[in-house]
């Protein structure tokens, strides 16, 4: 929900050549680079549900490895080791050979 304010401010940014998606990307930017927690909520919670990687999250989350499986765990979330079956082992081998 915009204020008048920032209604004045979008307006007055798009006349000097900036689109609004720009500013937004950029106040998310801001927004998510001084709130750590948040930025590990978001990791857990991408993880969570299979959307991302170990790596990914330690990306998102700004943190280490060690200090991400710690993360999770104090969660409740288990750390993914690989295929779960060997079906999802073949989808993941044809997906890759298909990416060569």
């Keep these: 929900m915009k204020t008048p304010d920032t209604q004045y401010m979008l307006h007055a940014s798009t006349k000097l050549g900036y689109t609004e998606d720009e500013i937004v ?9 001084v709130n750590k927690e948040m930025r590990e909520s978001i990791a857990i919670e991408l993880y969570k549900c299979g959307e991302i990687s170990m790596g990914k999250a330690c990306e998102i989350a700004d943190t280490s490895y060690e200090n991400m499986k710690n993360l ?3 969660n409740n979330v288990l750390l993914r080791r690989g295929p779960a079956s060997a079906e999802e082992l073949k989808a993941k081998a044809k997906k890759l050979a298909d990416l060569l």
């Excluded at 990307?25 to 680079?33: E, G, M, N, T, V």
């Design 25 to 33: 990307h950029d106040a998310l930017k801001i927004f998510f680079s």
């Design 72 to 74: 999770l765990y104090k």
